[in-house]
């Protein structure tokens, strides 16, 4: 990242609602406990999510990539009594984060954490969801949008969230002949399989990693 754009992305986080006490507090667990503690959404990520899911007003949302739960926690926020939330991520390495946050965060009677694949889950979940945010195995996005959309469990005036399709900017730089990995390769084809399905709109808004927001027609 050049000075530049490190000087906005500082001046966006300084006049950005700041994070609270238990935002704070797991994020600071997340970088103690996880790897790759850039994948937490993050102060503003996870305020555009709360105020999305505040504007949108919906009844069922599904999550697919918990990580260490902040993405969830801020969409939560952001819900009425009597709706759910169902986050889902495959490693259950790290599970008990998500899970001691959702708790302090008070939300256990919204959130629902799902061990297991987000292939496996949702069919066996059922039913429609207003809301779904991708956030994943990028290698994936394209079967999980497939079974959103085929299986009957987005409808219309639903509304996914694709997270990372600008891929640290590879989906520009490089050619197809140079993509070297299958997560460059997955988003590429993703983006490009979603602009020609006519049965959506989409547009890819290019803050932090870049986010799809895809209606369905």
């Known amino acids: 990242?050049?000075?530049t754009n490190k000087?906005?992305?500082?001046?966006?986080?300084?006049?950005?609602?700041?994070?609270?006490?238990?935002?704070?507090?797991?994020?600071?667990?997340?970088?103690?406990?996880?790897?790759?503690?850039?994948m937490i959404s993050g102060q503003v990520q996870g305020k555009i999510l709360q105020m999305l899911v505040d504007m949108l007003k919906p009844k069922r949302v599904a999550e697919i990539g918990t990580f260490t739960g902040y993405s969830a926690i801020c969409m939560a926020r952001a819900m009425d009594k009597g709706t759910s939330l169902h986050?889902?991520?495959?490693?259950?390495?790290?599970?008990?984060?998500?899970q001691e946050y959702i708790t302090k965060a008070g939300l256990d009677d919204i959130v629902t954490l799902h061990v297991g694949s987000a292939l496996d889950v949702i069919p066996a979940l059922g039913?429609?969801?207003?809301?779904?945010?991708?956030?994943?195995?990028?290698?994936?996005?394209?079967?999980?949008?497939?079974?959103?959309m085929d299986g009957g469990y987005v409808a219309s005036g639903s509304y996914i969230l694709a997270d990372n399709t600008l891929w640290d900017g590879k989906v520009v730089d490089l050619q197809p002949k140079d993509y070297k990995d299958s997560y460059t390769m997955g988003i590429v084809e993703f983006n490009k399989m979603v602009v020609e399905?006519?049965?959506?709109?989409?547009v890819i808004v290019p803050f932090r990693d870049g986010m799809s927001f895809i209606k369905v027609l």
């Open 1 to 3: 990242m050049d000075s």
């Open 7 to 38: 000087k906005i992305e500082e001046y966006v986080k300084a006049h950005t609602t700041p994070e609270d006490e238990l935002l704070l507090s797991l994020e600071r667990k997340t970088n103690l406990c996880s790897v790759q503690p850039r």
């Open 87 to 98: 986050t889902i991520d495959i490693n259950d390495e790290l599970s008990y984060i998500p």
């Open 127 to 148: 039913g429609t969801f207003d809301l779904v945010f991708m956030d994943g195995d990028k290698r994936e996005y394209i079967d999980y949008y497939n079974m959103l």
């Open 197 to 202: 399905d006519k049965r959506v709109e989409v």
